[in-house]
């Protein structure tokens, strides 16, 4: 049992939320850290809400089995459980998305999407020097800068989704 690790962690992620509320103060317009929906858009929310919850239901039943089954993947048990809650974020953005109620009414879309190219270089820091390092893969196993990668592919996977929504409005609005 690694006490301080998890404590270590504990911490960082009170720093995190630390940052990520400031973060929110400065990309919404009216410089709170919640961002305020219609009512509309607080019902279709709920739907991919639900969504997300039961992809990370599934997905940790999955993980579930093949741990039942003793089946071991080259990844560290921990990462195994971010990627349901990165699967869990992006069901919930990309149902958002298409469904327009990804931006709020206070967000400001532009400093939201610096906000994600800044979290994007600031995730592949650590992954591009430990590959360069040699300790991106430890005893056989994706070591813990695979969550940096997680996370860029969830970020892509945002942005990708927000460009083909925009196309896809945007062709739209031409045909009318």
Known sequence: MNLSASFG?????LVGLVIVVI????????HRAKTEYDERQVI?????????????VIYECCMLILGIGEITLPIKEYML???????????LACYSIWNDVY??????????????AA???LNAI?????????????NGKFGTPFINVM??????ILAVTLLVKYIADHRRGEED
């Open 44 to 56: 279709i929310r709920g739907r991919g809400y639900r969504y997300a919850f039961y992809s990370i």
């Open 81 to 91: 459980h971010f990627g349901g809650i990165c699967l869990g974020c992006v069901v």
């Open 23 to 30: 973060c929110l103060k400065l990309v919404n317009r009216n």
């Open 9 to 13: 962690v504990a911490i960082g992620m």
């Open 103 to 116: 931006w709020g009414l206070n967000n400001s879309p532009k400093r939201y999407i610096v906000l994600f």
């Open 126 to 138: 650590p992954v591009i020097g430990s590959v360069k390092g040699g300790t991106f893969i430890e």
């Open 151 to 156: 996370v860029l592919v969830m970020l892509l």
């Open 119 to 121: 979290t994007a270089v």
